[in-house]
């Protein structure tokens, strides 16, 4: 009987250590769990080193001492998705909304996604705090201000993700925009917060393709970056320069975009400049001196006199051999101030001034009929030149119109949508343009009053963030905004019955 009783004992005693042996089996299979091949089906480039420690002001975040510094090793023990953006990035704006969301989904799963603003200057924090409350965002917000975080990181390129694993190793890197709102994110992020270290071993190689959308990234990456950003300078004007731009005629401004390696190995779109609404941006021309340099020469107008900031200017560029997603450099800005200059008087001036004024004085009634017709013939000209023109701003408006429709018959439903809002904003701003130049005849402002499209700034912001949206976040128009865009169109070609 005892003999039965001890073999009973010793089965359960075998049993109870084979459970315990599976449970810390099944422990260590997640704690080792290999998180590149995660990583890299996500479109992450992937590595492995330490991660880099830094620290910057808080400006946002539930629970933290907003504008107070925390260090970044302070969220270590858990997966870190470290985000370099800015309010300038137009991508940035569309991709901060949707990381929100995915915030809140991974929130407490030791899971946390961190912002980095690469905004210059300590001023700028009343910015980023602005478009932080306008997009909703909640995550935590770092102020690189300085620039410190983002050149240890060599994000000279945003947005770009970098991820840290709990470990405190560096492990992915994504630069470009990309839609995480997706099933295979999520479920990504699930098998990831069950590896707990990914330790010192070496990156795999990656097996098969990263999904359509993620971004063609290498497998293996390093810092820093083998494609290194752009130098992108806005150039102020001279004195010189400066004394020559006039209210209504046109100047240059130049713009110069460097960077080290080969040519070959980046694709550059033309640098987009901001600027406000008095300023005219009429023609954009290139040139290149050597391999690793292009200026570009941006023709403008200004409308009236006032004092504006010109720029930032944002380039957006691709690596030709990775293939990877677009990413961006930019420019500070450059002021340019045509307010009225008080002339200082002495007494010699004066004196000069009283000649002047008797001897027009001694001339008008000798002069009086002859300039009276001048001014006649000259106000006739005026008007011809104003039909004149105008008519060719409808011509060419007929043809572009022609151009975009075109788009809409060969299947290319983006080119189509993105072709005719920017149309209607080119138009806009021609017809402001006519308004400045003609705003004596009582004709043209006639005939301008009809077309009635001209929008105010609130309106043109909208349409350009239509526009990026168009660009870069997939929107597509729906028939009643078609219709509306088409219908401005038409409206201002209906005026040449007019003539």
């Not at 899971?111 to 300590?122: A, C, N, R």
């Not at 098969?208 to 130098?231: F, N, R, T």
């Not at 077309?451 to 963030?465: C, F, P, R, S, T």
Request: net charge positive; glycine share 8%.
């Amino acid at each position: 009987m005892n003999s039965k009783k001890s073999l009973r004992g010793c089965a359960i005693v075998v049993l109870l250590c084979l459970l315990v042996s599976m449970q810390v089996a099944a422990f260590a299979a997640n704690a080792t769990k290999d998180a590149f091949p995660i990583l890299q089906n996500l479109g992450f480039a992937t590595l492995n080193q330490e991660a880099i420690d830094f620290e910057l002001p808080l400006v946002n975040g539930q629970g933290q001492s907003q504008g107070s510094n925390k260090r970044l090793s302070e969220y270590r023990g858990q997966w870190i998705w470290l985000v370099f953006w800015a309010t300038w990035c137009g991508p940035c704006g569309y991709e901060l909304p949707v990381l929100e969301k995915l915030y809140q989904s991974v929130k407490g799963h030791k899971i946390s996604i961190i912002g980095v603003s690469v905004d210059q200057g300590g001023a700028s924090v009343t910015g980023v705090k602005r478009f932080l409350q306008e997009k909703g965002i909640t995550f935590p917000i770092f102020h690189d201000y300085e620039s410190s975080a983002s050149r240890s990181y060599q994000a000279g390129a945003v947005p770009s993700i970098y991820v840290i694993s709990p470990d405190w190793r560096l492990v992915g890197i994504f630069r470009g925009a990309n839609d995480w709102d997706t099933d295979a994110v999520r479920s990504g992020l699930s098998e990831l917060a069950e590896v707990k270290s990914v330790g010192t071993s070496a990156v795999p190689t990656a097996g098969a393709a990263a999904p359509a959308g993620a971004g063609s990234m290498p497998a293996k990456e390093s810092l820093p970056s083998d494609l290194i950003p752009p130098e992108i300078v806005l150039h102020a004007l001279s004195e010189e320069e400066r004394a020559k731009v006039k209210v209504g005629q046109s100047f240059e401004l130049q713009l110069s975009v460097t960077w080290k390696g080969k040519l070959s190995d980046y694709v550059f779109k033309v640098p987009r400049l901001t600027l406000p609404s008095e300023v005219v941006l009429e023609n954009i021309s290139s040139e290149s001196t050597s391999d690793s340099s292009i200026t570009y020469k941006y023709m403008l107008k200004v409308t009236k006199e006032g004092k504006y900031n010109l720029g930032p200017c944002e380039l957006a560029y691709q690596s030709r051999i990775q293939r990877g997603g677009v990413l961006y450099s930019r420019s500070s800005e450059v002021e340019l101030d045509l307010t009225p200059k008080q002339l200082k008087i002495n007494k010699w001036w004066y004196v000069i001034l009283v000649l002047m004024v008797l001897a027009g004085a001694t001339g008008f009634g000798v002069h009086y009929f002859r300039k009276k017709k001048k001014l006649f013939v000259a106000k006739v000209d005026a008007r011809e030149i104003w039909k004149r023109d105008f008519l060719e701003l409808l011509q060419n408006l007929s043809e572009a119109f022609h151009q975009v429709e075109s788009l809409k018959f060969k299947g290319d439903q983006k080119g189509y949508h993105l072709s005719l809002v920017e149309l209607i904003i080119g138009e806009d701003r021609k017809i402001a343009d006519y308004k400045v130049r003609f705003q004596g005849e009582v004709a043209a402002a006639e005939v301008l009053k009809r077309i009635a499209v001209e929008w105010d700034e609130d309106q043109v912001k909208g349409a350009i963030n239509l526009i990026e949206g168009i660009r870069y976040g997939g929107r597509v128009l729906n028939e009643l905004e078609l219709d509306a865009y088409r219908r401005v169109i038409e409206r201002i070609l209906s005026i040449k019955k007019l003539f």
